[in-house]
């Protein structure tokens, strides 16, 4: 089996400018993307890194990013991120990809290889961990399963693959299930009050890029009540085609698609 995963990031982000190139840590040298490649690095099972952005010119500047990580780089569709993970899966003849999306600076990699052997054991299609706060799980995806979700599917909205993929009814589905529910807040990064969050929590980490596991991220939560806040079940999550739908109501379907999954597992912290 070979697995490579694909970060995927682009420049043209609009409520925070060139978040992928922010930086986050205490010596103000790494960006988002900087971190994320060295987290990756943790996951023994992660064959190949690959930098997924576009051929546009506006994203040449992540070329030096991917040098500077010592990743490799693949320059596709601009708005088709499935397009994007299969040729790259296509170029390295992988079995699994892992995406991950270059606003989830606090991805927990450490956990990525007890996703990586349960796809294997189980011969899932799709694992994720859940319970977690939005941003910090991986999605590890079959690439056999991905082709038929291309085949379904309007490219253009692939950047919700999330929706298409853990789909309990169409593909062999596995979770790693974190005991407490931290689901309820977030630590993606797509605002100006989503980067203080951030940089928040890395500061209560240390300032230090490679303490990022999950056992810390939820231990800050925990400790940290007043800094970091549940989302609110009246707020909105966005959908295809500009459609929207409230968090509650977001959270009630995820948990049907946990319930409905072929495989749960508890996740062994670090």
């Not at 859940?130 to 379904?152: C, F, H, M, Q």
């Not at 169409?170 to 807040?185: A, E, I, P, T």
């Not at 890029?209 to 909105?236: E, M, N, P, W, Y």
């Amino acid at each position: 089996m070979k697995t490579v995963a694909c970060i995927i990031a682009r420049t043209t982000s609009t409520r925070l400018p060139l978040k992928v190139l922010r930086t986050f840590d205490s010596s103000n040298r790494d960006s988002m993307l900087d971190i994320i490649s060295t987290s990756l690095k943790k996951a023994s099972l992660v064959d190949e890194t690959y930098l997924c952005t576009s051929s546009e010119s506006c994203d040449d500047i992540l070329e030096d990013v991917a040098a500077k990580n010592e990743i490799n780089i693949y320059r596709g569709a601009a708005t088709a991120v499935i397009e994007r993970m299969l040729d790259v899966a296509a170029q390295t003849d992988a079995d699994y990809v892992i995406r991950i999306t270059g606003d989830n600076v606090f991805t927990a990699c450490d956990i990525l290889d007890q996703q990586i052997k349960l796809c294997y054991e189980e011969r899932l299609d799709y694992c994720r961990v859940v319970n977690v706060p939005i941003g910090v799980t991986a999605e590890v995806i079959r690439v056999s399963a991905l082709k038929d979700i291309y085949s379904k599917i309007d490219p253009e909205v692939s950047e919700y693959l999330m929706l298409f993929a853990f789909s309990p009814d169409s593909y062999r589905c596995g979770v790693l299930k974190v005991d407490k529910d931290y689901s309820y807040f977030s630590l993606t990064v797509d605002t100006p009050a989503d980067l203080v969050t951030g940089r928040a929590m890395l500061e209560q980490l240390g300032g230090r890029a490679d303490a990022i596991k999950l056992s810390s991220l939820l231990s800050v939560i925990d400790d940290c009540t007043d800094r970091f806040k549940k989302i609110s079940g009246s707020s909105k999550v966005k959908l295809p085609y500009g459609k929207t739908v409230d968090f509650e109501e977001f959270q009630h379907d995820q948990n049907k698609r946990i319930e409905a999954s072929h495989v749960s597992r508890g996740v062994k912290l670090c």
